[in-house]
């Protein structure tokens, strides 16, 4: 398949945070249509890098273009679904049901004094009914279990009807079973939906046949566009900066063990 539009245009970027260097040099592309994986040790820039995508860090040097645009002048940011790291570990008392925190998503496109119409009820509708989770609509959402609210925070991002969804380690804090319905319901995003995805995982072997590319960030990025090619015990060493291994499980696939 090849891929023509570039979404995200990352040019020499370069992040600097009290003389400590985040990020560094890195020139990448991220086109429309593509399966991302994004992997590297805990603290070798990952989310910062993520976040750096959606003008959410200050970049020292460096450019990106968003669908062309530099990142300063674009605004169509509804293109754009995000589930940020931990969001999932949501504090159990907040009175908010499941259908409230997809509607959230809805309410941020919109102005303050503009009413909520029948469009964003059915785009509401059609967002928690892809993710499987329509049934739970009035559950407040700390009675969810850590899948249930894991497919609620998508719907979220999704109800904006993006052309890109970004998840930062989506997983943390959801079991096994509902590990793989959601990576089931990703690849359909994926496949049938036509949503480039862009996530940070460690658990890069269950979904290797899916994905079109993989990115390591440890400060400085390499771009595998055949992930399997970097699937050995001894690239995921040299990325991690320590002996690691890939663990294979039947239930799961494969895991990054260092």
């Given at each position: ?40 040790p805990n603290g070798g820039g990952k989310t910062t890098f993520v976040r750096t995508l959606l003008g959410l860090e200050s970049?020292?040097?460096?450019e990106i273009y968003i669908y062309t645009k530099p990142l300063k002048s674009f605004s169509q940011w509804s293109k754009i ?178």
């Amino acid at each position: 398949m090849e891929f023509k539009v570039p979404i995200f245009d990352v040019r020499n970027l370069t992040l600097v945070r009290k003389s400590q260097t985040i990020l560094r040099s890195i020139t990448l592309q991220i086109f429309e249509g593509e399966y991302v994986a994004i992997i590297g040790p805990n603290g070798g820039g990952k989310t910062t890098f993520v976040r750096t995508l959606l003008g959410l860090e200050s970049i020292t040097s460096g450019e990106i273009y968003i669908y062309t645009k530099p990142l300063k002048s674009f605004s169509q940011w509804s293109k754009i679904g995000y589930v940020p790291q931990r969001a999932t570990l949501v504090d159990k008392t907040f009175p908010a049901t499941a259908y409230d925190i997809v509607k959230m998503g809805r309410d941020a496109t919109k102005g303050f004094f503009d009413f909520f119409t029948k469009e964003d009820k059915e785009a509401v509708f059609s967002a928690m009914q892809k993710m499987d989770v329509w049934h739970l609509r009035q559950k407040l959402i700390g009675e969810l279990s850590g899948g249930q609210r894991q497919r609620v925070m998508i719907a979220r991002a999704l109800v904006s009807n993006p052309r890109i969804l970004i998840l930062d380690e989506p997983n943390t804090g959801v079991d096994v079973k509902s590990q793989k319905i959601f990576y089931a319901l990703l690849k359909d995003l994926h496949v049938n939906e036509g949503i480039t995805i862009v996530f940070i995982t460690h658990d890069i072997g269950v979904i290797a046949d899916d994905i079109t590319k993989l990115v390591t960030i440890n400060q400085k990025a390499r771009v595998c566009h055949n992930p399997k090619e970097m699937m050995s015990c001894e690239d995921m060493s040299e990325l991690y900066g320590i002996e690691a291994h890939l663990l294979q499980n039947h239930k799961v696939g494969a895991h990054v063990r260092i």
